[in-house]
T-cell receptor
């Protein structure tokens, strides 16, 4: 079954404790992206990757890191989480068509709480 | 920076009526405009999309229109049903399809 998976689905942590949220897709998509969703603000892009070893900043990259060492995986790293990073996080992937990115498929989301 | 404005933030309609959600984008290089539906506690899912070389697209009760000159696109849902109740997001993606900007979302209530 074609899918995007994220782990963990729920995480409660404390300020400053490094964490990683994993994202994996089995559709051989070139494009992967991370978003955070906050009430009233919609989905805001954190980082995206056009292919292996190629990443770029979205609108809200501060406090986050990513890596793309393999095509299927795109982990999101919070080196020193702070309470303002409490949010719902979504990973998404898509292939490229001749006109750019195609439909983005979203993972199930990770609800992160930083105390 | 680039942004997408989406209106209204909340929309309540009677079952069977039509619903219209509007988005305006700022980046003139945007050329792909998807619409996503997000039900409570679930992930966003694509319901319809349009590219800049097309003015209108329809899929059963859902249609999207695009006015590139005005940088404006809209979602139209006809004959609304209670299961259409959800949050709807528009998005604009620039040429080459890399950076994605979402609108803030519209919460649609369809009253039976």
């Amino acid at each position: 079954e074609a899918q995007v998976t994220q782990n963990p689905r729920y995480l409660i942590t404390v300020t400053g404790k490094k964490l990683t949220v994993t994202c994996s897709q089995n559709m051989n998509h070139e494009y992967m992206s991370w978003y955070r969703q906050d009430p009233g603000l919609g989905l805001r892009q954190i980082y995206y990757s056009m292919n292996v070893e190629v990443t770029d900043k979205g609108d809200v990259p501060e406090g986050y890191k990513v890596s793309r060492k393999e095509k299927r995986n795109f982990p999101l790293i919070l080196e020193s989480p702070s309470p303002n990073q409490t949010s719902l996080y979504f990973c998404a992937s898509s292939q490229f068509s001749g006109l750019g990115t195609d439909t983005q498929y979203f993972g199930p989301g990770t609800r992160l709480t930083v105390l | 920076g680039e942004n997408v404005e989406q209106h209204p933030s909340t929309l309540s309609v009677q079952e069977g009526d039509s619903a219209v959600i509007k988005c305006t984008y700022s980046d003139s290089a945007s050329n792909y405009f998807p619409w996503y539906k997000q039900e409570l506690g679930k992930r966003p899912q694509l319901i319809i999309d349009i590219r800049s070389n097309v003015g209108e697209k329809k899929d059963q009760r859902i249609a999207v229109t695009l006015n590139k000159t005005a940088k404006h696109f809209s979602l139209h849902i006809t004959e609304t049903q209670p299961e259409d109740s959800a949050v709807y997001f528009c998005a604009a993606i620039n040429t080459g399809g890399f950076k994605t900007i979402f609108g803030a979302g519209t919460r649609l209530f369809v009253k039976a």
